[in-house]
């Protein structure tokens, strides 16, 4: 069976993804075939069109996001049934321990072929039963983003109702969902952005303080002004990283899931004097993305920024490489 | 009544600390007299000395480590009662949250006069009964340093038995008590030093790896192999924490105290993607010392380095600015 996918031949950026028709997967033992009406895009897409990430193996059909139905299921593959509408985990053998990802752990749509395609092939126990009450565009928003930032927000970062979050740099997928998820717990939202527009659908999304970091050099400042905060999460890393630091309440944390603008130069004394923690993170474990499945069902809507055909993909991807989203982008299929 | 003390009339290193007889303290309401019969020196005193502390007023009584036995008591304190055998806990006001220190928190010895001095006037709650089957030398030796590795070690670093920690720069009081309650706690212990003759001393207290950063310029990498490394406890900053970042096992965790050779850069990617956490900490609170003080009951003894009267005190603190010793500088009153 023939079927379209967005593949990648070659290193170059965005627009080396080329739509074709390729043989569709078959499910392997414990695996399950879904056929994907909808998928996401992630910056992770874009650094693999442009080399920047490790062991990358070509051609390969990219993407780690998606939603449809159950399609086929390999040999000894339970749940879900065949035709119920599911959502997939894109974080394969995270493994036993719920601190961090074991040596096995990988990420689908690299080495894995992933999701940009009609169908997909993932072990049965990445595929979830979808909540109710989502569009198979917002069951696609969810995946990995929503993973990412369930953990940060929570599992790491710890916030609590009626404390107070700095989301730095918002517009991407996963401070997007910080935001939601924020807002849903409780908490007070300060977001930063260099776009006022960005900023103004942060305040429709409810971020109770908003700074545009661009016209307001003293960001950092203007921010601890207004907290005081108890949880920075932060995926730009540099000098923004640093000021975010020292912005934070004594006692806070600051969880951190990239690193954009490079390494960062940080005073032990702010750190140590003020009992900080600094926590890395990455993704999330099976019971991240069950949790955040469950709070997503309680109640939470995912922001989408546009929606694209899959033939569109370049198009799409060239967007989030220009960083002109606020919220996901999506692939229909 | 007059007494003798140890008092810094001005800044210009240890030198300038000068014994004197000088009015003995009265304990305020809610205050203990405490009789010093041993004092301890700490970093924190030798950098008083050298104006490197926020803060500093003139002249004072330095020294934050005591014991002794309870002397009189001021109105409305009670507990212990006069003569018994007692320690002091430094940390003054630490405040309601045992995740971080309060706003009026400080430390004995600098603004409030400290116990270099036949008599220190402190509040009721941090005079402790003394643990049983200890010298007043060794009761003196816990208080800074025990209290600070305790809450390294445990409260912040989490070890566990069957653990292994990384103790970077062995010999000062702190790390000294971080391998001592590491070995108690049944945990493995890697220790660094530059001193061939201080990593034979941890091997004695139970070291199970040392490693010379003198003699050994890739003493991370050495470290890393003898691991994984679940807990780094640092105070020494700069490149030597980068380096101690990256050689903690992924998931693992990261505790400072001090930063003595000043900023560290960091690559944010080396700490999300690892899941690494990065903590903070400095002093500790009143259930840190309460804990502290039924370790030590439960069978750890202090390392002394050596033991001065306190008219040499010029000559012991420069032993500390020298960082010769292994272990904690005594002073007998």
Same mark, same amino acid.
């Given at each position: 069976m023939l079927?379209?996918?967005?593949?990648?031949h070659?290193?170059g950026?965005?627009e080396?993804l080329?739509v074709?028709?390729?043989?569709?997967?078959?499910?392997?033992?414990g695996?399950?075939?879904?056929?994907v009406?909808? $998928?996401?895009l992630n910056h992770?897409? =874009?650094?693999? @069109?442009? *080399?920047?990430?490790?062991?990358?193996?070509?051609? /390969?059909t %990219?993407g780690?996001?998606?939603?449809g139905?159950?399609?086929?299921l390999g040999?000894g593959?339970?749940?879900?049934?065949?035709?119920a509408?599911?959502?997939?985990?894109?974080?394969?053998?995270w493994?036993?321990?719920?601190?961090?990802?074991g040596p096995?752990?990988?990420i689908?749509?690299?080495?894995?072929?992933?999701?940009?395609?009609?169908?997909v092939a993932?072990?049965a126990?990445?595929?979830y039963?979808a909540p109710?009450?989502?569009?198979?565009e917002?069951?696609?928003?969810?995946?990995?983003?929503g993973?990412?930032?369930?953990?940060?927000?929570f599992t790491?970062?710890?916030?609590?109702?009626?404390?107070?979050?700095?989301i730095?740099?918002?517009?991407?997928?996963v401070q997007?969902?910080?935001l939601?998820? $924020?807002?849903h717990?409780g908490a007070? =939202?300060?977001a @930063?952005? *260099?776009?006022?527009a960005?900023?103004?659908?942060? /305040?429709? %999304?409810?971020?109770?303080v908003?700074?545009?970091?661009?016209?307001?050099?003293?960001?950092?400042?203007?921010?601890?002004?207004a907290?005081?905060?108890d949880?920075?999460?932060?995926s730009s890393?540099?000098?923004?990283?640093?000021?975010a630091?020292?912005?934070?309440?004594?006692?806070?944390?600051v969880?951190?899931?990239?690193?954009?603008t490079?390494?960062?130069?940080?005073?032990?004394?702010?750190?140590?004097?003020?009992?900080l923690?600094?926590?890395?993170?990455s993704?999330?474990?099976p019971q991240?993305?069950?949790?955040?499945?469950?709070?997503v069902?309680a109640?939470?809507r995912?922001?989408i920024?546009?929606?694209?055909?899959?033939?569109?993909i370049?198009?799409?991807?060239?967007?989030?490489?220009?960083?002109e989203?606020?919220?996901?982008?999506i692939?229909?299929?």
């Amino acid at each position: 069976m023939l079927m379209r996918a967005a593949r990648l031949h070659e290193i170059g950026g965005p627009e080396r993804l080329t739509v074709e028709s390729i043989e569709a997967p078959q499910p392997g033992p414990g695996e399950v075939l879904v056929a994907v009406r909808a $998928a996401a895009l992630n910056h992770r897409d =874009v650094f693999i @069109t442009q *080399g920047l990430y490790p062991n990358i193996t070509l051609p /390969r059909t %990219l993407g780690s996001d998606g939603a449809g139905e159950v399609a086929a299921l390999g040999e000894g593959a339970s749940a879900p049934v065949v035709g119920a509408a599911c959502v997939i985990d894109p974080m394969l053998e995270w493994g036993d321990d719920p601190a961090v990802w074991g040596p096995r752990a990988a990420i689908l749509g690299m080495p894995r072929d992933g999701t940009f395609a009609q169908y997909v092939a993932v072990p049965a126990e990445n595929v979830y039963a979808a909540p109710r009450g989502l569009s198979v565009e917002e069951l696609a928003a969810l995946p990995l983003a929503g993973l990412t930032a369930y953990r940060a927000t929570f599992t790491r970062g710890g916030l609590q109702a009626g404390e107070t979050v700095l989301i730095t740099g918002i517009g991407g997928g996963v401070q997007t969902f910080v935001l939601l998820f $924020a807002k849903h717990a409780g908490a007070r =939202v300060i977001a @930063t952005s *260099g776009s006022d527009a960005k900023l103004a659908r942060a /305040r429709e %999304l409810g971020a109770d303080v908003t700074i545009n970091y661009r016209t307001d050099e003293q960001w950092y400042k203007t921010a601890r002004a207004a907290g005081p905060i108890d949880l920075v999460v932060d995926s730009s890393g540099g000098a923004s990283l640093a000021r975010a630091v020292g912005a934070v309440r004594p006692g806070g944390r600051v969880v951190i899931y990239g690193g954009t603008t490079g390494d960062v130069t940080l005073k032990p004394f702010s750190i140590f004097w003020q009992h900080l923690d600094i926590r890395g993170t990455s993704m999330g474990s099976p019971q991240d993305f069950r949790a955040m499945l469950d709070l997503v069902a309680a109640g939470v809507r995912p922001a989408i920024d546009r929606t694209f055909p899959l033939n569109d993909i370049a198009t799409a991807a060239q967007r989030m490489q220009d960083a002109e989203q606020f919220g996901k982008i999506i692939l229909t299929i």
